[in-house]
């Protein structure tokens, strides 16, 4: 895709996601449980069940295309990048069925990115727990226009840092595809039920776990033409970079054993979105990973996202340059490469 379909006046939300209207009976498919469902009770709304268990209420806004352009013009952004609602990641099935369902949803956003190329920007999900498969949908995606890939912040409890991912990252760089990381499977879940404290405190500091592990690891350092962009700011990882860098300095025994690059060496290096919620905290993220490197994200249409997509860019008082950068250019740089 050609970065030229998009005005110099558009913004772009990296951070949005979809599922498809209707799905497959995964579990009939399968054999097995534990899959999403969608229950259409009412007209422009749907229950998200895990077998019997209810998961999320969703409205139209969740699935079509049509609706979502209807709300943009509401916004202060005019082209969204599509991927996956991440309960959808399915890491922990069995990989050839976890293809199956992954090609399902990756032809769905490519279809509507066929449909309104325009208005939406294409990342796929793949099998991350095999990656002789990861790699072959990779290739698969990049023939069908989806640009890149959405996956989360560890698989099946194993970090990113992990050799077993190699191959994937080198088949990404190859094809010039950026990877964007979303938290899930948070850690500790099992004990925050309660006051949805998983998704409140988990959810940040699985960002910045994964941050950490591909420092640490030198994910960054073998493959530094691969983009990489985090969901919610960087987590916690902005505020705790400080305590991070200071454990790689005092205890290299235990930090610096893969890597000899101190932590700070590589803020700038990645893009984190806008999705912190106060000015004061996009402010300080702009200083920290500096202007070039952020991006809107929304994490619509869910609540606990920016409502009105764009609007804390409005808020911050930004000069003309760096406005023009978070809206717009830093996000075709991190999709497409130096353009």
């Known amino acids: ?132 498969l990861a790699v072959k949908e990779i290739e698969r995606m990049k023939s069908i226009g989806i640009v890149g890939i959405q996956i989360g912040s560890n698989i099946n409890d194993i970090n990113l840092s992990e050799p077993q991912f190699d191959s994937i990252w080198a088949a990404l760089e190859a094809h010039n595809m950026p990877v964007f990381i979303h938290p899930w499977n948070m850690m500790g879940k099992q004990h925050l039920s309660k006051y949805w404290l998983a998704w409140l405190v988990s959810m940040p500091a699985e960002s910045s776990r994964a941050i950490s592990s591909l420092i640490f690891s030198g994910v960054f350092e073998r493959y530094p033409k691969l983009r990489f962009a985090f969901a919610h700011g960087g987590g916690s990882f902005p505020f705790t970079i400080g305590r991070i860098q200071h454990g790689f300095d005092s205890r290299p025994d235990l930090c610096a054993i893969d890597n000899p690059k101190p932590p700070r060496d590589y803020l700038g290096h990645f893009w984190v979105d806008s999705l912190v919620h106060h000015v004061e905290a996009l402010n300080y993220n702009i200083n920290l990973f500096g202007e070039e490197k952020i991006v809107i994200g929304s994490d619509y249409p869910f609540p606990l996202g920016e409502l009105s997509p764009g609007n804390i860019l409005a808020k911050a008082q930004l000069n003309q340059s760096v406005y023009e950068k978070i809206k717009k250019n830093n996000a075709l740089s991190w999709l497409f490469g130096n353009f």
Request: glycine share 4%; proline share 5%; charged share 15%.
């Open 1 to 132: 895709m050609c970065h030229a379909h998009f005005h110099d006046s558009q913004a772009i939300d990296i951070h949005t996601h979809i599922i498809p209207e209707k799905m497959p009976n995964w579990a009939e498919k399968f054999g097995y449980g534990g899959f999403v469902s969608l229950d259409h009770y009412k007209s422009g709304c749907a229950r998200m069940m895990i077998d019997n268990i209810f998961f999320r209420e969703i409205m139209a806004n969740c699935w079509s295309p049509e609706v979502r352009m209807s709300e943009m013009k509401n916004f202060l952004t005019d082209v969204q990048v599509l991927s996956t609602i991440p309960v959808m990641f399915n890491y922990h099935i069995a990989a050839q069925d976890c293809l199956a369902l992954s090609q399902f949803l990756n032809d769905h956003i490519a279809s509507i990115v066929s449909q309104y190329p325009k208005r939406f920007i294409g990342l796929g999900t793949v099998p991350m727990q095999d990656e002789t």
